[in-house]
């Protein structure tokens, strides 16, 4: 048996976007010693397809720590790769991949993710966005380790909090990965050192389906509760769209409580704001965004598309 008295483990870390970098964090603050930062591989962004790399990369390299980003985490030369750093223990916080058994395995002492729902809610690679599109009123965060299964593995600690209705995807992300981060310090010594015991999660929870780029497509038959609700879930991707004269129209908006009966997607103006009638209430339209321009405030974009009122956009 590993002996488990250890309180500064080596450690590696696997993450790509901004809110993974509370959880390297929080290990430095730990001083468990960074053997090695996996991440995403450099994208080419934007027209200019200039060449973007992850913000923990960032991180990684600003904190002078080895950074990896193999293509594929199967392959012999990635668990070979993994194997040199000799790591006690992995975490994982929001990098999306899924970890074969022979990688986890490595991890002498465990692997531990970072998972942003009170499991075994919403297991996946969409927890926020499920709780937002859900209307719920908390969730939370769990730390947990990994096994084969898919955010199947036992919880270490649970944390959760309460939602107001308003927030969006990055912004509850950002939230919950802070408490992960607190989670991970107050919890993580007493696992690794063998104070505390994983609990089993209950079986029959089914993982969500990932997002696709036409689920952002405004059905204006829903509620506008509903709707907005997707808007802030599908930021920043896949968004919320629609279509006007043959081009993608991107819309954000908040929900006004309406009994007048309207023609689900037509656009009204009253009183100097937009409007977006649903199958129930109506959407204030706050900003627009026409396939190829500059988003615009949507009073500026009716001036210059007065057109647009009185139109039907389609569901």
């Known amino acids: 048996m590993y002996y488990r008295s250890m309180h500064f483990p080596r450690t590696v870390f696997l993450g790509s ?3 993974a970098i509370y959880i390297l964090e929080a290990i430095q603050h730990l001083k468990w010693p960074v053997a090695g930062v996996y991440t995403s591989a450099d994208l080419p962004a934007g027209r200019g397809k200039k060449i973007l790399k992850s913000p ?5 390299e600003k904190m002078q720590l080895p950074v990896f980003s193999p293509s ?7 668990i070979e790769q993994l194997k040199k750093l000799e790591p006690e223990v992995i975490v994982l916080a929001a990098y999306g991949k899924l970890l074969p058994p022979e990688f986890l395995e490595l991890a002498k002492l465990g692997a531990i993710n970072i998972h942003p729902s009170l499991l075994p809610l919403y297991r996946g690679s969409i927890p926020v966005q499920a709780a937002i599109l859900r209307g719920d009123d908390k969730t939370g965060v769990s730390l947990m380790l990994m096994d084969s299964g898919l955010d199947t593995g036992p919880v270490i600690a649970q944390k959760e909090t309460a939602l107001s209705g308003d927030e969006s995807t990055p912004e ?3 939230k919950l990965f802070q408490m992960g981060a607190q989670l991970l310090i107050e919890y993580g010594p007493e696992f690794i050192s063998g104070k505390m015991e994983a609990k089993p999660q209950p079986e029959g929870a089914k993982p969500l389906r990932r997002l696709k780029k036409e689920s952002g497509n ?5 509620s506008a509760i509903q709707i907005y609700r997707e808007i802030r879930a599908y930021t920043p991707w896949p968004g919320s769209f629609s279509y006007w004269n043959n081009a993608k129209v991107d819309i954000s908006g908040e929900v006004v409580p309406s009994h007048e009966n309207h023609t689900p997607g037509k656009v009204i103006k009253f009183n100097q704001k937009i409007y977006i009638a649903t199958g129930e209430g109506l959407l204030e339209v706050v900003k627009i965004k026409i396939e190829g321009r500059k988003e615009q405030n949507a009073c500026d974009f009716v001036r210059g598309h007065p057109e647009f009122i009185g139109s039907v956009l389609p569901s």
Request: hydrophobic share 30%.
């Open 218 to 222: 405004i059905n204006w038959l829903k």
């Open 72 to 78: 594929d985490m199967t392959s012999p030369s990635t």
């Open 17 to 19: 976007p901004s809110e």
């Open 172 to 174: 509850l992300s950002q």
């Open 56 to 60: 923990v990369k960032e991180y990684a």
